[in-house]
């Protein structure tokens, strides 16, 4: 089993929507069916959706769900772990052969959406772990989204495209070092307390 | 510093709760209202709570929420990471001088109420880190609790007494092993996939 297809490695998000709404059903089943998942593995359940394939597809589909359900102006989270280099996970290799264009930029990149995010880096299977996530939230200052640290995560704020590019950045550069890392994130839009 | 007292270390939680309903103010203030936190520190913002304190407590605090908001019937859903031995979190060791009795437990033991729970373990600073993701998701089997596997975590379904039972088990004995670990879980009740 072959988990790089050139000097792509197969990532995945376990991720969950929760918008806080009588209409959650309707939300929900609106942004995915506005967003194109046709280069990831996909399969969801009542606690979660599991996407796999190349990184920059899984954050593509990810921001875009969060930003379709987000336009209805309703208070609305998202909550999960993505995931690249653990050890046997590979059977999801056909979703590789893909090009790198995320798809879904297209239809997302107008929606201007303020939001809140937390995420914590994960290096797995290193002693000098602590390292390396000192480095990214170093790292992190210098993007276009307001960072501060809070307990066990860094908090995020800005632009839900800048807060999305500044985790994926994250999460890139620290695979780039380290072969097994999990991110996760909670990131939260159109909250009452903000207004 | 010491982050020690007695056997006991400081772990934490940061947490949201997430109720699918036009009320979902109502419902967080009242469960934060029914629920005693005098034994965890505490600090909330608009994208999450994080509280510290003793295991015993914030596993205690962490199941009262989400049982007092799942009681109304509404989808609730509740994701976070428990984390203990983080390097430097030693500033709440007020909240280590208090008993080891779940202080909660007497107000929720009575609710009922079946759930599906996603966790994933962090061991972390450990080279030989998933032998100690696969033991325990192997010690698993053995609890009260439905088991399964999924991508990226292990899926526990029952009723949620169970499986906070289950997570605080599996957490107890990865932090014996490894100084610092952590464990992401996503717990969703009422979904109407299940009805």
């Known amino acids: 089993m072959n988990n790089y297809c050139g000097t792509s490695r197969i990532s995945g998000c376990q991720f969950t929507l929760y918008p806080m709404s009588d209409k959650f059903v309707d939300i929900i089943l609106s942004a995915l069916n506005e967003v194109d998942t046709s280069k990831v593995w ?10 796999r394939g190349k990184m920059v597809h899984i954050f593509d589909v990810t921001k875009a769900i969060f930003l379709h359900a987000a336009k209805t102006g309703e208070h609305i989270a998202m909550s999960g772990t ?27 990149k107008e929606i201007n959406q303020e939001a809140g995010c937390k995420f914590s880096l994960y290096p797995l299977g290193r002693e000098d772990y602590m390292n390396a ?22 908090r995020l704020d800005g632009d839900v495209h800048d807060i999305f590019q500044a985790l994926y950045q994250s999460f890139d550069s620290v695979q780039e070092q380290v072969s097994h890392v999990t991110m996760t994130f909670s990131i939260s839009a159109n909250s009452p307390s903000n207004r």
Chains 1, 2 share one sequence.
């Open 82 to 108: 993505f995931s690249i280099g653990c050890p046997g996970d590979s059977d999801a290799d056909v979703y590789m052969d893909k090009t790198d264009t995320p798809i879904n930029e297209s239809n997302v």
């Open 133 to 154: 996530i000192y480095e990214q939230i170093d790292l992190s200052k210098h993007r276009n989204v307001q960072v501060s640290s809070t307990h066990y995560a860094t």
């Open 42 to 51: 996909k399969q969801t359940d009542d606690v979660s959706t599991c996407i």
